[in-house]
């Protein structure tokens, strides 16, 4: 299994740190992963429409 690499020095030789420098600026320009979406609370999801009405057990109807 053969992988191309990521990225490749074409001309001159970059020092290991040189090559650790430019690695970490460009993971440092890796998009963020999205933010985990907030939690709602039971009362929030109870008035979702599409959601059964539970509240009628509760209630003795």
Do not use: D, H, Y
Not at 3 to 14: A, H, K, M, W
Not at 34 to 40: D, E, G, I, T, Y
């Amino acid at each position: 299994m053969t992988e191309e690499p990521l990225f490749r020095v074409v001309r001159g030789t970059p020092s290991a740190e040189e090559v650790a420098a430019i690695v970490g600026a460009l993971f440092s320009l890796a998009p963020a992963a999205p933010p985990a979406p907030a939690p709602s609370s039971r009362w929030a999801r109870s008035a979702r429409p599409g959601r059964p009405r539970q509240w009628s057990a509760v209630a003795g109807s």
